[in-house]
């Protein structure tokens, strides 16, 4: 059980309380104790913003995090009100395509397709990545990370050959910028895969499929989950075709 902790008196030693109530709700969040980092952050938000400012970045990020514990805890109602309300404020604050508010933009589409609000997540992500490109550039990881969550927002609402189309793009970045065996480019590959196999593409599927198998069992120890799971999805479709 967590225990309140006493805000400390005066404000000077407020922003390293604050970093380590963060630190222990995110070890809270890893050990699938959700309840017990909403609590913490609860705390972190309200001292945030008596101490420093309902404005000041170190509070924004506060209520960033306590709305990944709220997605955590199953209330995406609460975690989408405080993302939008921290997105309107950095935007404020920050400008429309600061790094932090792209990133605020991103968690707040995230939580809308949690929910199943795919025309509002797909309506960020495309804003998110607009900036994103204008902002860090197209040879920043978090531009494909962006392209391929929008993709997967674009196949949750049916739109296949979009999301088929920007799937291939984002493969085709990540491999320039993460490289072809980076685990991110690894994973992006068995999405575009399973993306050929729910458009009928099964040949397409599979031989995606045997080249990033081909790839883990290259580089990945003997026995790792990420193995056995292309293996069974390789299985499978090549099973039904």
Known sequence: ???????????????????????????????H???GAVTVLHQAVSECEQFRGPGHPDTLSARDELAAAYQAVGEAGLAIAMLSR???????????????????????????????????????????????????????????ATAANLAAAYEAAGRMPTALQLSEQTCAESERVLGADHADTLARLANLAHLYDSAGRTADAIAVLRETAARCERLLPSGDPR???????????????
């Open 1 to 31: 059980m967590i225990r309140p902790q006493r805000p400390l008196p005066g404000g000077e030693h407020v922003p390293e309380q604050v970093a380590a109530r963060v630190s222990l709700a995110k070890a809270l969040l890893m050990a």
């Open 33 to 35: 104790e959700p309840a």
């Open 86 to 144: 921290t997105l309107a404020d950095r935007e404020r604050l920050q400008g429309s395509r600061s790094a932090d508010t792209i990133i605020t933009r991103n968690r707040l589409a995230a939580a809308y397709l949690a929910e199943g609000k795919i025309k509002d997540a797909i309506s960020h992500y495309k804003r998110a990545l607009s900036d994103g490109e204008k902002v860090l550039g197209p040879g920043h990881p978090d531009t494909p």
């Open 227 to 241: 193995i056995q799971a292309v293996q069974h999805s390789l299985a499978d479709i090549a099973g039904d075709g």
